[in-house]
C-alpha cells in the first residue's frame, strides 16, 4: 500500500484513483474551495476522463512519469513557498494539471463534524455559492453568489446584498449530500426547529459546465 504522506507516480495516482470509493471531488488552482463532485469518472491511459452522458465534459491529463505530492497530509514546500494542513475529509488531494483532485479509499459518513465542513466550505472572498431554506419560515435565506465564511463559533454567508451570521449552537447536523445530489451540496439541519438550509455551488462557478 502506498504511504499517504510519500510523492507518488502518476501511474500510481491513476492505480489509487481506480480504487477511490465516494467519487471524485475536484476544484480549480491549488488548494481551492471544491466546485464539482463526480460519482463516476473513467481513467485512460493518459487522464482522468468525466463524462455526462455520451459527452466528455472534462478531462485532466496524468503524467505517469511526474511525481505527486499527496496534498491531504500535512507539508510545506519551500520552493513556491506553501505550507499546508492535514485533510480532514479527504485520504487523497492531488494537484494535476491546473487541477486539485480530491477523493477517499474508505467510504465516508454522509454526516460532517465542525472542522471538516469548515475545510470544504470556508471560502474567503470567492463569491461562489447558493445557499436556500429548503421551506418557507419566518428565518427564511435565499443567497445567489455568496462567499461563506467558517470560524469555530459560526457560519457567515455574505453577498451584496445580505449578511446572515449562523451560531454554531444551533446547528444539530451538518450532511454532505453530494453524492444523492450529483453534485457539491451540504445541508444544515438545526436544532431549534427552523427549516434545513441547502448550500450548493453556483452553476457558473463549476469546473465543467453542460
Known amino acids: 500500500m502506498t504511504n499517504e504522506g510519500t510523492p507518488v507516480t502518476g501511474v500510481e495516482v491513476k492505480s489509487l484513483l481506480l480504487k477511490a470509493v465516494g467519487g471524485v471531488y475536484i476544484s480549480r488552482g491549488f488548494n481551492e474551495i ?12 493518459k487522464e482522468l476522463e468525466i463524462k455526462e452522458g455520451d459527452t466528455i465534459i ?28 492535514d485533510s480532514t475529509y479527504f485520504s487523497y488531494k492531488f494537484y494535476i494539471g491546473g487541477y486539485m483532485v480530491c477523493f477517499n479509499r474508505r467510504e465516508k459518513e ?6 471538516q465542513f469548515q475545510e470544504l466550505i470556508d471560502s474567503r472572498d470567492d463569491a461562489i455559492f447558493e445557499v ?30 445580505v449578511n446572515v451570521i449562523i451560531d454554531r449552537d ?15 451540496c451540504y445541508r444544515l439541519r438545526f436544532n431549534n426547529g427552523m427549516s434545513e438550509i441547502v448550500i450548493s455551488i453556483e452553476t457558473g462557478q463549476r469546473v465543467a459546465i453542460f
Not at 478531462?59 to 510545506?76: F, L, R, S
Not at 454522509?110 to 472542522?115: E, N, V
Not at 418557507?136 to 451584496?160: G, H, K, L, P, Q
Open 132 to 161: 436556500k431554506s429548503k421551506k418557507t419560515c419566518a428565518f427564511y435565506v435565499a443567497v445567489d453568489n455568496c462567499t461563506i465564511d467558517v470560524n469555530n463559533r459560526e457560519i457567515e454567508i455574505n453577498s451584496n446584498q
Open 110 to 115: 454522509t454526516t460532517l463534524t465542525w472542522a
Open 34 to 45: 471544491l466546485t464539482d463532485y463526480y460519482e463516476k469518472y473513467l481513467i485512460t491511459e
Open 58 to 85: 472534462l478531462t485532466i491529463p496524468i503524467d505517469e512519469t511526474k511525481q505527486y505530492i499527496n496534498y491531504a497530509v500535512g507539508g510545506e514546500d519551500l520552493e513556491i513557498g506553501a505550507e499546508w494542513e
Open 170 to 184: 444551533i446547528i444539530g447536523t451538518i450532511y454532505n449530500d453530494s453524492s444523492s445530489a450529483t453534485g457539491i
